[in-house]
């Protein structure tokens, strides 16, 4: 990631990571490559498409129709409405709108793809871009209407409206028309030129804008897990050998070996009395680190996958203006988001599955090793009437069905669309947008098992079962930064609030989990 002094992110200059468009997603500014050779480089495609026009040349997009109409010869005199028409015809997108953050990654991944200089685009263009993110200008963008090729068609259409000052825009926290905005910043809307309405649309990006951002959640949400699961281990008076160093070097996947040193390290104290007759723990606890390891060890390939993604030209034709060639394909095809999506979503899932059977343990008193039922922290005559965790503990159940169901592939329901033209489709954006769905609900699980199991240890703590002794320093400072804004349940209230609070914490990464 290229950053000036003053952490403006820099495109056109070497490859953007993950944490780039996240950074961009949160507000950083953007600026181009200053380079002369960069744009010279940009300068050169559009130089030759416009040669290329004057010679009447036949280009995909330009001088023919798109997709099943490309045998369309467009007229000359029409060549220049042709973009402005194919911005218009797809603004038919459906469902919930992207928020702020969401379309500001979507700013980020298509300006990223554009100056790879292979897209016949104008510095005009893309000045455009740098200006909606720096001007903290969002396209509303619907999230439903793509298949994921011919790339994020529709979705990215509604960008290409904004450059040219239609549709409508989130500006400063309200949705307004993108003229009136324009007019009150004295920002000039562009003219699209003839290839770039495709080029703008014609590909990735809000797959891969989205894939960023779910990356960098799930993976906060392993880290978060195990340290949920080591504080369960110590409430239940669980065994800290199953996560022994010789034990993991004989089974040497490296993410599992360093989630059982997370744990290893979490549980580093004073262990209390064993109070249990069992020699091994129950699965979701012993097995743990053979759970989040899945995830720890996917994420390296994903983050391939999703950076090469990333730092591509996806969108059809390139225009290779050192060569004066135009090169016609198919790299608008979103199949390894969709297939790195597919699996983020699993594995999360697969986490929320996890804590969901830890959660069922440490509230059923029959399990615990002596918790109150349903981790109640009520005593005396008001214990019978009171419930602490029991609706909760449904809620994870609710929360991670959902999650599991939500996990069916989208990549293998490619459907023929667009005349048989695009006949076999990637379903990238669905994917993405399923993942999304599936780390929200295991965010959910995550907070609610977080209040739990800080309740769990709170309890045994006021029943003199443990001591800050007990505690590593990690589980202590856990633990008291959740009680800061958690009150322990005696009496039975509505947790939702403290549940809402939790969950926009993790979303927002706000604690330091693991170095």
């Given at each position: 990631?290229?950053?000036?002094?003053?952490?403006?992110?820099?495109?056109?200059?070497?490859?953007?990571?993950?944490?780039?468009?996240?950074?961009?997603?949160?507000?950083?500014?953007?600026?181009?490559?200053?380079?002369?050779?960069?744009?010279?480089?940009?300068?050169?495609?559009?130089?030759?498409?416009?040669?290329?026009?004057?010679?009447?040349?036949?280009?995909?997009?330009?001088?023919?129709?798109?997709?099943?109409?490309?045998?369309?010869?467009?007229?000359?005199?029409?060549?220049?409405?042709?973009?402005?028409?194919?911005?218009?015809?797809?603004?038919?997108?459906?469902?919930?709108?992207?928020?702020?953050?969401?379309?500001?990654?979507?700013?980020?991944?298509?300006?990223?793809?554009?100056?790879?200089?292979?897209?016949?685009?104008?510095?005009?263009?893309?000045?455009?871009?740098?200006?909606?993110?720096?001007?903290?200008?969002?396209?509303?963008?619907?999230?439903?209407?793509?298949?994921?090729?011919?790339?994020?068609?529709?979705?990215?259409?509604?960008?290409?409206?904004?450059?040219?000052?239609?549709?409508?825009?989130?500006?400063?926290?309200?949705?307004?028309?993108?003229?009136?905005?324009?007019?009150?910043?004295?920002?000039?809307?562009?003219?699209?030129?003839?290839?770039?309405?495709?080029?703008?649309?014609?590909?990735?990006?809000?797959?891969?804008?989205?894939?960023?951002?779910?990356?960098?959640?799930?993976?906060?949400?392993?880290?978060?897990?195990?340290?949920?699961?080591?504080?369960?281990?110590?409430?239940?008076?669980?065994?800290?050998?199953?996560?022994?160093?010789?034990?993991?070097?004989?089974?040497?996947?490296?993410?599992?070996?360093?989630?059982?040193?997370?744990?290893?390290?979490?549980?580093?104290?004073?262990?209390?009395?064993?109070?249990?007759?069992?020699?091994?723990?129950?699965?979701?606890?012993?097995?743990?680190?053979?759970?989040?390891?899945?995830?720890?060890?996917?994420?390296?390939?994903?983050?391939?996958?999703?950076?090469?993604?990333?730092?591509?030209?996806?969108?059809?034709?390139?225009?290779?203006?050192?060569?004066?060639?135009?090169?016609?394909?198919?790299?608008?095809?979103?199949?390894?988001?969709?297939?790195?999506?597919?699996?983020?979503?699993?594995?999360?899932?697969?986490?929320?599955?996890?804590?969901?059977?830890q959660m069922a343990q440490l509230m059923d008193y029959k399990?615990?090793?002596?918790?109150?039922?349903?981790?109640?922290?009520?005593?005396?005559e008001r214990k019978p009437i009171n419930h602490g965790f029991?609706?909760?503990?449904?809620?994870?159940?609710?929360?991670?069905?959902?999650?599991?169901?939500?996990?069916?592939?989208?990549?293998?329901?490619?459907?023929?669309?667009?005349?048989?033209?695009?006949?076999?489709?990637?379903?990238?954006?669905?994917?993405?947008?399923?993942?999304?769905?599936?780390?929200?609900?295991?965010?959910?699980?995550?907070?609610?098992?977080?209040?739990?199991?800080?309740?769990?240890?709170?309890?045994?703590?006021?029943?003199?079962?443990?001591?800050?002794?007990?505690?590593?320093?990690?589980?202590?400072?856990?633990?008291?930064n959740v009680l800061s804004d958690f009150d322990f349940v005696?009496?039975?209230?509505?947790?939702?609030?403290?549940?809402?609070?939790?969950?926009?914490?993790?979303?927002?990464?706000?604690?330091?989990?693991?170095?």
């Open positions: 990631m290229t950053f000036n002094a003053d952490n403006t992110i820099v495109f056109g200059d070497g490859l953007l990571t993950i944490e780039s468009v996240v950074a961009i997603a949160n507000g950083h500014h953007a600026t181009l490559n200053q380079a002369p050779e960069f744009s010279a480089r940009i300068d050169r495609g559009t130089q030759f498409l416009e040669r290329l026009l004057k010679e009447e040349g036949v280009i995909y997009g330009v001088t023919t129709g798109y997709g099943d109409s490309c045998t369309v010869a467009i007229p000359p005199a029409l060549v220049n409405e042709l973009p402005l028409h194919l911005t218009r015809f797809h603004g038919c997108g459906l469902g919930q709108n992207l928020d702020h953050m969401q379309s500001r990654a979507v700013l980020a991944t298509r300006l990223n793809s554009l100056t790879q200089g292979v897209s016949g685009v104008s510095m005009e263009l893309l000045n455009q871009l740098v200006t909606l993110i720096n001007k903290d200008i969002a396209p509303r963008i619907p999230q439903e209407g793509s298949v994921g090729a011919s790339g994020d068609l529709t979705p990215l259409s509604y960008v290409a409206a904004t450059l040219i000052g239609e549709r409508e825009v989130s500006y400063k926290g309200e949705l307004r028309p993108t003229a009136d905005v324009f007019a009150e910043l004295g920002i000039k809307p562009i003219t699209l030129k003839p290839k770039e309405g495709l080029a703008l649309m014609n590909g990735t990006s809000v797959m891969t804008a989205l894939a960023c951002l779910a990356f960098k959640r799930a993976e906060y949400l392993v880290q978060l897990s195990t340290r949920i699961t080591a504080m369960v281990s110590l409430a239940m008076h669980g065994n800290d050998f199953h996560f022994d160093e010789a034990l993991f070097a004989v089974k040497p996947h490296p993410g599992q070996q360093q989630i059982a040193r997370w744990l290893r390290e979490d549980l580093q104290a004073d262990r209390p009395p064993r109070n249990s007759d069992r020699l091994q723990d129950r699965y979701s606890l012993r097995c743990a680190p053979h759970v989040i390891g899945v995830l720890q060890d996917t994420l390296p390939w994903l983050r391939q996958m999703i950076e090469n993604e990333l730092n591509s030209a996806n969108d059809n034709p390139i225009i290779d203006g050192d060569n004066e060639r135009v090169l016609h394909g198919g790299h608008f095809y979103g199949g390894h988001i969709a297939m790195a999506m597919d699996t983020l979503k699993t594995a999360v899932a697969n986490i929320a599955d996890l804590l969901d059977r399990f615990n090793n002596g918790l109150p039922f349903n981790l109640t922290g009520a005593e005396g029991k609706a909760v503990q449904i809620g994870i159940s609710a929360w991670t069905a959902e999650a599991l169901k939500n996990t069916m592939p989208a990549s293998v329901f490619s459907r023929s669309t667009e005349c048989h033209n695009q006949d076999k489709v990637s379903m990238g954006t669905i994917a993405a947008r399923d993942c999304l769905r599936v780390l929200e609900l295991t965010e959910q699980v995550t907070a609610a098992s977080l209040l739990a199991s800080t309740q769990a240890l709170e309890i045994r703590r006021r029943h003199g079962e443990l001591d800050m002794n007990h505690f590593s320093p990690a589980l202590r400072e856990m633990t008291q005696v009496e039975d209230r509505p947790l939702e609030c403290d549940l809402r609070r939790f969950i926009t914490h993790i979303q927002q990464q706000e604690w330091n989990l693991y170095k």
